[in-house]
């Protein structure tokens, strides 16, 4: 085999292994402003967007022992959408240039925590807020249980407060 050739598929492998997620995507008929525009947004979330060709992938994920992404129904243009970080914003990305330029550029599969995601996976991490408003919300949980209990103690001491209050206004008026 030529260097040139095992150089590309080190790069490849080294792609593929660095990676917290894979997205490959169809971009049949999109032109290259878009295709910058594309790049620039995945950019700015800490990803990479690659054309490879599929059987390359595959044959190279094959001998690398990533049979799972071997085995991707890869068919067609594809682009590769690679990186580190936040893997629902980047599903985001390719969700909204989807809607925004008619399917063209569109979720084929993926692959993510050691699982092949299908199309329909992609659009529904897409969905799901971002990490920072889980964090949100999970940190709003734990903080509502003990102000709850804490509502709740203080209900009983404050009625028995009250209860008291009110009998000594009655022995007041008595007086």
């Not at 094959?62 to 914003?89: F, R």
């Not at 920072?132 to 209990?149: E, H, I």
Request: hydrophobic share 45%; with cysteine.
């Amino acid at each position: 085999m030529r260097p040139e050739r095992i150089q590309i598929g080190n790069d490849i492998v080294t792609m593929l292994k660095s990676s917290e997620y894979l997205y490959f995507v169809t971009y049949k008929g999109l032109d290259v402003q878009s295709m910058n525009q594309f790049r620039a947004k995945l950019a700015e979330a800490g990803a990479e967007c690659h054309v490879l060709k599929n059987n390359v992938v595959k044959k190279v994920a094959a001998l690398n022992g990533m049979d799972i992404i071997a085995n991707l129904p890869l068919k067609g243009d594809t682009a590769v959408v690679t990186g580190q970080g936040d893997v629902g914003a980047v599903a985001k990305i390719i969700d909204d240039f989807t809607n925004d330029t008619k399917g063209v550029i569109s979720a084929k599969c993926g692959y993510y925590d050691g699982a092949a995601l299908s199309a329909a996976d992609v659009k529904a991490i897409a969905g799901l807020p971002s990490k920072d408003a889980l964090r949100a919300q999970l940190l709003g949980l734990l903080v509502a249980v003990p102000t709850s209990l804490v509502r709740v103690l203080n209900a009983k001491a404050s009625s028995i407060v009250n209860v008291i209050n009110a009998y000594k206004n009655k022995l007041e008026k008595a007086n």
